[in-house]
């Protein structure tokens, strides 16, 4: 799991995603989640593990407390944009994925052993 | 260095283990071998399956496992080569640095001769029971062999299946291991009055086929009970036989010998759930399986962890009976006295076992297990007055004691939940995940969340209206707050009164607030984050992920180049059509990025949005009125298109609907509407705040006899009176019957203008109807605001994880079951 290991895909331009929403992207056959939030970018799973729908992307965000999440437009499961933690369910956990912005461009990482 | 773990049996522990490892970081390549053709299902429930409609049992999918890099091979392992460590099947070899085996029981078929006879079944796996239910079909009658738990379930299937049943148990009662003799004759009599059969204290023979099937079961007292099919529930015996061929420890009465780690006699190898034998002793239970996957997940991942035995007792609805055994219920410690309360005519029967000192040792409860909570907990302690606890009218209303255990899966008792209340979890969600308790099969949820309300009420918290953690006031305050510091954006109230950034719960409300005071776009910029899907796009979001489409068709009269119009959409698309409760046509089926394409069509065919998705006035139903009907005394047709078209787009608490009649025989439904007119022969009547839904309320009349306008003057202000002092998805029905006053305080209000706002009201409906703009045809113009309308930001592929199944001649989403089922063989295949 090292950095090197990380390939790197690019996404869309900043201005593509609304501060406070998110949009979804294909990235190597996946649907990843990349949310915008006062500054920050995030990137989940697309999808809602207790509906099976891929729509986590379209949810609302939010914070509780200290943590940040999206609550998911179905049946308003909220997961924390850090880490993927279902704040509702301790047992569920979505996969978080690294994103980052360069002039302007986003970008989702994969791990190399993830390919 | 990442290590390779592979996991042998795919079933509720596998999984479960599955889940707690990969819901951490962690370094291992997961495989796991899974021979049942779909992943693990929820064994425990696995009679729900005759269920109509058939329910998913599912507990994990291939796109979860394929997310956390879980790779499924759906084969039977075959053997394991300790020296080389590597897991042998048909077809492949997988190497290993760690194994798990979790590969469960296999049902115990006792060496009767018959048993390979057509007509023969076993019950555990979703297969054994297609296939049980595919020959009950053709079937009258069928034997269930065991008059224990799985006996007793696999009887109440059989008679779901609409077979005549008999239950044939060996010892001289029914569950023989969980009750004792009177709590046996009380079942009996129970199972007895479903109209099952039982056959106590008997042996079985054999049984008789011809033609290659079963046709009747033979006694060795030499009786014969005439049958069609055979299931055998004579117990489960671990799958061992991996283990056994190499070499690893095995326990005396089966099972792979565990220590507390869950190791086996190979460092290398793991043994979890019912294939597994702790100190002896295996475990039939989903339970204690779960326990020890927890542990062994936590070890993997460098915590301290250990199991230490589990608990057995079961509290069971069979049949719809109710049974509770815990500790030693058969009173087998020396010395033990009993307590016992029993009552045929009611089917009760309870007993509690102590030792001779007075502490409670265990107990059995037959129809009413209201008090196993409270008794489990107090396992080992000294009652006072036990008959308290067993008497019918006191057992459920004695308070639970600190100590009493309230969810059996995770061992957590009402003392903790307490705390954890105090500490700060104030709601069902922060309980669960504060105390764990809950988590495992649910049973316990209804009583947490008892204790969680007398928790709060004690705190005095129930009283609190703050809509949420980032604003400390109600829905009704904070509307006044906008409205008089003419806020137009959810940032300025945030920074004004809030904290935090919102969330899912203020965000809709702020928006909705908005939209009720100053009718802007509400997709402009500012205001569409705070949007739910269903505003953002106009449209409202189906259970897979699509969206359904409703143009308005104000009163529901429509042309027949209308109703084409929207059938060649439907057709077009491929959309679902139905009809819906409100007079209109339901589209459904459509992909985000069909939606503008969709609604440029209609819009060019005369349609506007009919705001089926928003908390917004949906429709004005009517009758057909005096247009056509002999009864009708007015136009009931033509004042619902008019009211529709003066208050369509119009955002409130929750939504609204309405309807017209042309006369008392009232076939619109008006009076089970948030507004509703009936005709008569000097004007209109208006009833207000009635409800149809879940819990329905007749409207109330709230003026007679109006004219035109006077009728208008008095919804504009009924409904931004609503508008202003609601709940947040408070119905119109729920807000009068907390208004102080009731429906006198608001005909004062609304037709005596007692509050002087009157003027006030009437304008703020005016603006609002003056800002009316169809949000499809300004989203329509905006080319910035369509590319929104897409699945992906960066593809203009749709989702793929789509599955559409034909019904009655059109489709609809595939249900999770159907997914399960439509799985080939494989499919969560390797992947890296
Ligand atoms: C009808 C019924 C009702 C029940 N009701 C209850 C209840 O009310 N309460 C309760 O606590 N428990 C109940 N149980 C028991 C509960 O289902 C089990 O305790 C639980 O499923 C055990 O989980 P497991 O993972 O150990 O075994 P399983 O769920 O049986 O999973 C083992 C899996 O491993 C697979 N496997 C085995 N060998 C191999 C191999 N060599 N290669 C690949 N795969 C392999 C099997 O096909 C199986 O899918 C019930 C069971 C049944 C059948
Ligand atoms: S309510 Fe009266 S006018 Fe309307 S359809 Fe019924 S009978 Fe006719
Ligand atoms: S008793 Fe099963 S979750 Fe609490």
Redesign the pocket.
């Known amino acids: 799991m090292t950095k090197a290991n990380r390939c790197w895909r690019h996404i869309c331009r900043l201005e593509e995603i609304l501060e406070g929403t998110g949009v979804c992207a294909k990235v190597e056959g996946r649907q990843v989640a990349v949310f915008r939030l006062e500054g920050k970018l995030y990137a989940l799973s697309n999808y809602d593990p207790f509906t099976r729908a891929n729509v986590l992307s379209r949810g609302i965000l939010g914070n509780r407390g200290e943590r940040r999440y999206v609550a998911s437009p179905l049946l308003k499961h909220r997961f924390d944009l850090e880490t993927g933690e279902c704040l509702d369910d301790a047992q569920v956990c979505i996969p978080t994925y690294a994103v980052r912005c360069e002039r302007g461009e986003v970008w989702v990482g994969l791990l190399g052993r993830e390919r | 260095m990442t290590k390779r773990l592979v996991i042998?049996?795919?079933?509720?522990?596998?999984?479960?283990f599955i889940e707690t490892l990969c819901s951490q970081p962690h370094d291992f390549t997961i495989t796991t071998?899974?021979?049942?053709p779909h992943l693990?299902y929820d064994?425990?429930?696995?009679?729900r399956y005759f269920q109509s409609p058939r329910p998913n049992l599912g507990l994990a999918d291939p796109e979860t496992y394929r997310a956390w890099g879980v790779r499924v091979i759906h084969?039977?392992?075959?053997a394991i080569d300790r020296t080389r460590r590597v897991v042998v099947?048909s077809g492949c070899e997988v190497e290993y640095d760690l194994l798990v085996l979790?590969?469960?029981?296999?049902?115990f078929v006792p060496p009767i001769e018959g048993r390979e006879l057509e007509g023969c079944f076993v019950?555990?796996?979703l297969d054994d029971l297609a296939r049980l239910e595919a020959y009950a079909g053709k079937a009258r009658t069928g034997v269930v062999l065991g008059g224990g738990?799985?006996g007793l379930?696999?009887a109440g299937a059989l008679q779901a299946l609409g077979l005549k049943t008999h239950v044939v148990e060996l010892a001289p009662r029914l569950l023989p291991q969980q009750v004792d003799e009177l709590g046996g004759k009380h079942l009996f009599r129970y199972v007895k009055a479903l109209g099952i059969e039982i056959h106590l204290g008997k042996t079985s023979k054999r049984i008789q086929g011809q033609k290659g099937r079963v046709v009747a079961l033979e006694f060795a007292d030499g009786g014969v009970l005439e049958t069609d099919l055979v299931v055998f529930a004579a117990g489960?015996r671990p799958?061992d036989?991996?283990a056994r061929q190499a070499g690893l420890s095995i326990g005396e009465r089966g099972g792979v010998v565990i220590d507390d780690y869950c190791r086996t006699s190979d460092p290398y190898i793991y043994a979890?759930?019912?294939?597994?034998a702790h100190r002896g002793r295996t475990?039939?239970?989903?339970?204690p399986?779960y326990q020890m996957a927890r542990v062994l997940a936590e070890r993997l991942l460098g915590k301290e962890s250990r199991f230490s035995g589990a608990d057995t007792s079961?509290r069971?609805k069979l049949l719809g009976a109710e049974v509770a055994s815990f500790g030693d219920a058969q009173a087998e410690s020396p010395g033990a006295t009993e307590v016992l309360y029993t009552d045929f005519a009611r089917g009760l029967y309870k007993k509690l076992v102590f030792s001779e000192e007075g502490r409670l040792l265990g107990g059995i409860l037959v129809g009413d297990t209201a008090a196993y909570p409270t008794l489990h907990g107090l396992l080992g302690e000294r009652l006072e007055q036990p008959e308290s606890l067993l008497l019918p009218s006191s057992a459920g209303s004695a308070p639970l004691p600190a100590k009493a255990q309230v969810c059996n899966c995770t061992g957590v008792a009402r003392q903790q939940i307490c705390e954890a209340v105090r500490a700060g979890a104030r709601d069902l969600a922060a309980l669960k995940q504060a105390t764990q308790a809950g988590t495992g099969?649910g049973g316990c949820v209804p009583l947490l969340t008892e204790i969680l309300q007398q928790e709060l009420k004690a705190l005095g918290e129930a009283v609190c209206h703050h809509i949420c953690e980032h604003f400390p006031y109600s829905r009704a305050e904070l509307f006044d707050i906008v409205r008089v510091m003419g806020y137009r954006t959810f940032e300025e109230l945030l920074q004004g009164h809030g904290r935090g950034l919102g969330c899912e719960v203020c965000k809709p409300a702020v928006a909705s607030i908005l939209a009720s005071l100053h009718n802007e776009y509400i997709l402009k910029d500012e205001l569409l984050p705070l949007q739910d899907t269903n505003d953002r796009f106009l449209a409202n979001l189906q259970r897979d992920g699509t969206y359904s489409v409703v143009p308005r068709i104000p009163g529901g009269e429509i042309t027949p180049d209308k109703l084409m119009a929207i059938a060649s959409v439907a057709k077009k698309y491929g959309l679902y059509t139905k009809i819906t409760g409100g007079q209109r046509i339901d589209l459904f089926g459509a992909h985000l990025h069909q939606l503008p394409q969709i609604w440029a069509e209609l819009v060019a065919a005369g349609f506007e949005s009919g705001h089926a998705y928003g908390k917004a006035l949906r429709t004005v139903k009517s009758c057909v009125g005096d247009t056509w009907c002999r009864y009708g005394v007015q136009d009931s047709v033509g004042l619902a298109i008019r009211l529709e078209n003066r208050y369509k787009g119009l955002r409130a608490p929750h939504k609204i609907k309405a309807a017209v009649s042309g006369c008392v025989r009232e076939c619109a439904e008006a009076q089970s509407k948030d507004f509703g007119i009936i005709a008569t022969e000097r004007g209109w009547n208006l009833y207000v705040c009635g409800n149809g839904g879940m819990k329905p309320r007749h409207a109330d009349l709230l003026a007679a006899d109006l004219d035109e306008e006077t009728l208008v003057r008095y919804i504009d202000r009924f409904l931004m009176f609503y508008i202003r002092t609601a709940d947040r998805l408070q119905r119109t029905s729920v807000w009068l019957e907390k208004l102080e006053g009731g429906i006198e305080y608001l005909r004062q209000v609304i037709v005596e203008d007692k509050l002087g706002i009157g003027g006030e009201l009437e304008a703020q409906m005016a603006q609002i109807i003056a800002s009316y703009q169809d949000e499809w045809a300004t989203t329509l113009q905006d080319p910035e605001k369509l590319k929104r309308f897409r699945h992906f930001v960066n593809s203009e592929e749709p989702d793929e994880n789509i599955v559409r199944v034909e019904v009655r001649g059109q489709y609809r989403p595939a249900y999770d079951f159907e997914r399960l089922t439509a799985l080939p063989m494989n499919q969560g295949g390797a992947h890296d």
Do not use: D, W
């Open positions: 042998i049996g795919n079933g509720m522990v596998g999984h479960k071998f899974c021979e049942e693990a064994r425990v429930h696995l009679s084969a039977r392992a075959q099947a979790a590969t469960g029981s296999y049902p019950y555990r796996t738990l799985l379930e696999a489960v799958r036989e991996l979890i759930g019912e294939c597994a475990y039939g239970l989903v339970g399986g079961t069971l099969c």
